[in-house]
């Protein structure tokens, strides 16, 4: 499928996109005939494991990690899958202390929002 096609299914935008190519976090694996970047199903789904990942504030190196983590867990052979699994279930607990933090954080914000309110007029 095109980019533009990808962006829509992603939500990303075709800059973000180009940009992920850019740093190697997903490689296009053809070209139309006409030059057009063609990706796949797996290429979708590796966007999409990075677009959850940006909000958490993973930086591209821990991406590219966990993405390659992610491509042994899936080969029919994995040498190393114990190790892989280790690591995963420790960017599994970071995710899960980046989500706590981020509630925590908009709880303040609901405080505040609550706290100008209450200084509107009623009606």
């Given at each position: 499928?095109q980019i533009g096609e990808v962006a829509d299914r992603t939500g990303l935008s075709l800059?973000?996109?180009?940009?992920?190519?850019?740093?190697?976090?997903?490689?296009?694996?053809?070209?139309?005939?006409?030059?057009?970047?063609?990706?796949?199903?797996?290429?979708?789904?590796?966007?999409?494991?990075?677009?959850?990942?940006?909000?958490?504030?993973?930086?591209?190196?821990?991406?590219?990690?966990?993405?390659?983590?992610?491509?042994?867990?899936?080969?029919?052979?994995?040498?190393?899958?114990?190790?892989?699994?280790?690591?995963?279930?420790?960017?599994?607990?970071?995710?899960?202390?980046?989500?706590?933090?981020?509630?925590?954080?908009?709880?303040?914000?609901?405080?505040?929002?609550?706290?100008?309110?209450?200084?509107?007029?009623?009606?």
């Amino acid at each position: 499928m095109q980019i533009g096609e990808v962006a829509d299914r992603t939500g990303l935008s075709l800059r973000t996109i180009r940009y992920y190519e850019e740093v190697g976090l997903v490689v296009p694996n053809a070209r139309s005939q006409g030059g057009f970047r063609l990706y796949t199903e797996p290429d979708v789904d590796r966007l999409q494991v990075i677009k959850r990942m940006k909000p958490l504030g993973f930086q591209l190196e821990e991406m590219r990690e966990l993405l390659t983590i992610l491509d042994a867990l899936s080969a029919p052979e994995d040498e190393d899958r114990d190790k892989h699994l280790d690591r995963l279930a420790r960017f599994h607990t970071t995710a899960e202390e980046r989500c706590d933090e981020l509630r925590a954080q908009l709880r303040i914000a609901e405080d505040f929002a609550g706290t100008l309110r209450a200084h509107l007029p009623r009606g």
